[in-house]
């Protein structure tokens, strides 16, 4: 079973340019995850899809940070403009289903370095 | 914000030692998850554990939950240097649906 795929894995921009992030879910997946990872931090949930509907963007800062799931399969994750603080690994995780019970499985994430 | 949070912050042990692990949080949880993330396999979910749950193991792991004191940990049995990695307990409030992480163990098991 081919496993979340992200790209790209890196990547250096300066601040106050634009960057955006790709992944595909596992196949059947109706749940899709973003989350943030700074160095020496465990993974912060930016948000959540169900199918192509956001249940939970609450800490995704709007300003700044966009996110899509269009027809409920691939996503992309936005940020425009970067700041130096984005700098981070973006990790995409996919579950069968909504709720916190199911096992989520995670991307090999995008390490993004804002200059 | 961290729901959980992880003791010690880093841990380094001989092979074939046992290593442990602990995690403390702050609500009442539905459910907590222990994940590994090495630069080899990035983020994976080793156990999780329900709060009517004490404890539950697999292979060499071993999980223990104490909800009056809000704890778990992780017990890795007869370590191997391929259990070097960060590990991360993550917990799914009472009334939630998202996994909140910790801040992380580092584990060095030195061959």
């Known amino acids: 079973e081919a496993g979340v795929a992200q790209s790209p894995r890196y990547k250096i921009i300066e601040k106050r340019q634009s960057v955006a992030f790709w992944c595909n879910p596992i196949?059947?997946?109706?749940?899709l995850y973003w989350y943030q990872q700074i160095l020496g931090q465990g993974p912060k949930l930016l948000i959540q899809?169900?199918?192509?509907?956001?249940?939970?963007d609450s800490q995704l800062p709007k300003d700044r940070f966009s996110a899509e799931r269009l027809k409920g399969v691939d996503s992309t994750l936005k940020i425009q403009p970067a700041k130096l603080e984005d700098s981070a690994v973006y990790l995409c995780?996919?579950?069968?289903?909504?709720?916190?019970?199911?096992?989520?499985?995670f991307g090999p994430g995008t390490r993004l370095t804002v200059t | 914000s961290q729901q959980g949070e992880e003791d010690p912050q880093a841990l380094s042990i001989q092979e074939g030692e046992n290593a442990t692990m602990n995690c403390s949080y702050k609500?009442?949880?539905?459910?907590l998850q222990w994940y590994r993330q090495n630069s080899g396999r990035g983020l994976v979910h080793l156990i999780l554990i329900r709060s009517n749950e004490r404890e539950k193991h697999s292979g060499r792991l071993r999980v223990t939950l104490d909800t009056s004191k809000k704890s778990s940990s992780l017990l890795i049995t007869a370590s191997r240097a391929a259990d070097t990695a960060s590990y991360f307990c993550?917990?799914?409030?009472?009334?939630?649906?998202?996994?909140?992480f910790g801040a992380g163990t580092i584990l060095r098991v030195k061959s």
């Open positions: 993550a917990t799914v409030s009472l009334y939630g649906n998202k996994l909140v």
């Open positions: 609500t009442s949880i539905n459910n």
């Open positions: 995780a996919s579950s069968l289903a909504f709720g916190g019970i199911y096992e989520q499985y």
């Open positions: 899809f169900q199918n192509n509907g956001v249940v939970d």
């Open positions: 196949s059947g997946h109706a749940t």
